[in-house]
């Protein structure tokens, strides 16, 4: 597999797309964060001296840890569009052809792309551990703490379930601009039912007293997102009583389900089809 | 040993059916033509043994042995189109291609150079002409000096020059040894370079053996007399030629090439109390017997 990895590395090292996305991603995520503290500072604080939105220090320690992995997380369809033009280039340019033809097999063309997805998860991750200690440091409002740590390990998850869902569309999808579209529209629409279903959710809650918890989590893009809570939302706890439960457990387990089903498919379809 | 073995290959696009049981063998150290018109199945069948199309019923060995991405290092393959990363130069795409293939990394100056691409290697796949991306997609099944190279109409998109020297480049490997299976709807290439052919129509096969046997061109020789009855009882008597038409007030008489001798024909008519008011020689062209072998 580590042929393959520097198979991979040679394919796209020169590439200008994967020059572009990734610096837009790295720098994003700095200024994504550094937005939200910025606002945060200047005009939430001063037109909130009572705290009533917002209350402590959402970058110093621990809430850095959600908070940056939160609004990291709103970067991340950059890194899966990424990956989604690498699989459907392959096509594009027949190369997925060639490189069968040439010598691997249709699985470890497959398992490669994932693994692939799996190692830009891993890198965002990176990122965003980085950008915590930095604004976490640099904040400097409470001691080091690696409590709410998890949250970089929820966005980890969130960051290969987008990646695998662009791969999943690459494969299934195959034409760039057409793949990119779905992978938009999708994300789109996923969001919108999302936001119906919990709705449902909360009307269920009121009208028969069972808690089905916030179905729009079930989804497979928002069982990711579902983990990540916004620091700021004041909102939202306020009105927690008349919301569906978050059973954390049931979305993680989902996020893996989910995951395990993306795996599969995108091997399915590459093995079982004509290329 | 047997470099490809194909059983009953069947491949169906929905109702159409391409490949219709096909099954053949190619021998070490032959040039093997698969020849057939556009839509014969050619490329769909390559495709199957390379991996890229499931078959939808029958079998296939590469080396004796049951194909898997370990045969295919084995093969120089060129399918149908030159396919490279567009935005990547010749000597990039060619140092991933040895990469896969676990050999000729160290080959790439060589094939560069005999394919004439030297002076372009830098050059990005996407600003070559297509008869250049023809001829770095063979480049690249010669890296690492495969044993044997299947190419699909190697020669489509170059130029006279550039057909000419594929052409003599193939009949090398072939002097080394090396086993070329090559798939091409033009008939005269098949009958230059190869060694062995089979011929596919619809998706079937009509013949497979010998090139010299099964496309052996014939002599014609037209005669004709004004008593055609006569002509034919008298042409009974006559040795040497291989099969006889009558069409109207015409005997076709056909011959194997080389072995016509027309005065022969013209004495033993005359000698037999028949004049020829026509006597003509002709030679089947190879358009003939591709249509005849696949109409």
Known sequence: MIKLLKIEWMKIKSYNAFIVI????????????????YFKKNVIDPADPTGLISSG??????????TV???????????????????????TYRTHRQNIIDGISRTQFTQVKLLMAGITALICTVLVFVAVLLFGFFVNTGSFSFSGIVNVWYFFLKALTYNCIAILIGVLVRRTGFAIAVFFIYTFLENGISLLLLVWAINIKKNHNIDLGNMGNYLPMNAADGLLYSPFATFTNMARKFLPSDYTWLVLALAFIYLALFYFWTQRRMLKSDL | MSILSIENLCKNYGRVQALKGVSFSVAKGTVFGILGPNGSGKTTMLGIIMDILQPTSGTYKLFDEQPDETSRRKIGTFLETPNFYHYLSAQKNLEIAAALKERGANDIPRVLELVNLTQRKDSRFSTYSLGMKQRLAIASCLLGDPEVLILDEPTNGLDPVGIAEIRQLIKQLHQQGKTIIMASHLLDEVEKVCTHVAILKKGELVVTGDVNEILANEDIVEIGATDIQQLETIIGTLHGYSNK????????L??????????????????????????QLKKKSLEAKFFELTN
């Open chain 1, 57 to 66: 220090s959402p970058f110093g320690f621990p809430n850095v840890w959600q």
């Open chain 1, 69 to 91: 992995s939160y609004y990291s997380g709103l970067m991340l369809l950059l890194p899966g569009l990424l990956l989604l033009i690498l699989v459907t280039n392959e096509f």
């Open chain 2, 245 to 252: 038409k009558i069409q109207d007030k015409m005997i076709q």
């Open chain 1, 22 to 37: 990734s610096s837009f991603f790295a720098l994003g995520i700095f200024a994504s964060n550094y937005l939200a503290y």
């Open chain 2, 254 to 279: 056909f011959y194997p090439v080389g072995t016509t001798d027309v005065e022969s024909i013209n004495r033993h008519c005359f000698n037999n109390g028949i004049t020829l008011n026509h006597l």
